[in-house]
């Protein structure tokens, strides 16, 4: 009777594990499309190749890395969307364009079109200046100048969040936009602009070349991936964690069998040794949830985002 037990729950996890879809197909059947919301390149894409590298031999099909960059990362969030709610086209995104915030019409609810698979990974932003600041003691003493300073935005979350630093070093400072981050760290080393936030991924290229400084992580404690790095509480500033994420999505009505065979996934990635080092060599802190603790992250952040664009007057288009 044991072994029976035994074999029975052996049977009833397997059964889970190969996730079964509606027409008796065992998932995944055929390759498997993760669109990215941005250009080649980013943080972003870095992480989601290093994700589809390491799912593609456990689920036995190819998974194939598309980018669909534009309009702040809706071109890509409204195709997976509108896709069949089948698991083969997926969304590996971040939350770059907090959409109720700045949108009068935001073109996408996300929990009402998507599914929320898992959050894959956190880690403080990077607060970045032109390379003739040394800090950001010396970026606060030359706003107080004649030259009204220029912060480099490419996603409404840093948009944001630039705003809430700028606030708290007491900074004037206009924006000028981007529609990518390699391009707005370009703009920051170019001189074109003072700073921006960023992933340290973004950055690493400019830094080798020392034209732009990270100068602070957007933490009250350090991070244990850049340790050099002073937190904000260090730096004399005082404000609230500002923190960057990435999570997987699926359209809305996929199969719970499928989502929480892709759950088991970026769980299975987050805990490789190889692809945690890779991560966190990247800045970034492994951070898998389930569906719901990510959906409720989700809903929290935007919140705190709507009331920031409210604070800050920041008119909706």
């Known amino acids: 009777m044991r072994s029976l037990r035994l074999l029975l729950a052996s049977v009833a996890v397997a059964a889970h594990i190969v996730a079964p879809t509606a027409h008796g197909q065992t998932y995944p059947a055929k390759p498997i499309q993760l669109v990215v919301p941005s250009q080649p390149g980013g943080g972003l894409d870095v992480v989601a190749r290093l994700f589809a590298a390491f799912v593609e031999p456990r689920l036995g099909q190819p998974v194939i890395v598309e980018n669909k960059a534009g309009a702040q990362t809706l071109l890509g969030n409204k195709y997976v969307a509108n896709a069949a709610p089948d698991g083969y086209h997926l969304l590996f995104t971040t939350p770059s364009t907090p959409f109720p915030a700045l949108y009068k019409k ?13 959050m894959v990974l956190r880690a403080p932003q ?50 000028l936009r981007f529609s990518s981050s390699q391009d707005a760290a370009k703009a920051v080393a170019a001189g074109d602009a003072d700073y921006l936030l960023a992933s340290a991924a973004t950055l690493k290229p400019w830094q080798k070349l020392g034209s732009l400084r990270p100068v602070a992580v957007t933490t009250n404690s350090r991070s244990d991936e850049m340790p050099e790095l002073p937190s904000l509480k260090e730096a004399g500033v005082v404000a609230e964690d500002m923190t960057i994420w990435m999570g997987l999505y699926a359209p809305k009505g996929t199969p719970r069998a499928i989502v929480d065979r892709l759950n088991a996934e970026v769980k299975a990635f987050a805990a490789d040794d190889k692809a945690a080092q890779t991560m966190r060599s990247l ?29 800050f007057g920041v008119e909706r288009q």
């Not at 935001?106 to 898992?118: A, H, M, W």
């Not at 220029?150 to 700028?166: D, E, K, P, R, T």
């Not at 708290?168 to 924006?175: K, P, S």
């Open 283 to 311: 800045g970034f802190n492994p951070y898998p949830t389930t569906p719901e603790a990510f959906r409720a992250y989700y809903l929290a952040e935007q919140k705190s985002l709507v009331d920031a664009a409210d604070k």
């Open 106 to 118: 935001p073109g996408i609810d996300v929990p009402q079109q998507l599914e929320f698979v898992s």
């Open 126 to 175: 990077i607060v970045a200046v032109n390379a003739r600041y040394g800090s950001l003691q010396d970026l606060a003493k030359a706003s107080k100048g004649k030259k009204k300073l220029i912060f480099a935005s490419y996603g409404s979350v840093l948009h944001l969040q630039s705003l809430l630093l700028n606030e708290a070093l007491g900074i004037d400072a206009r924006a």
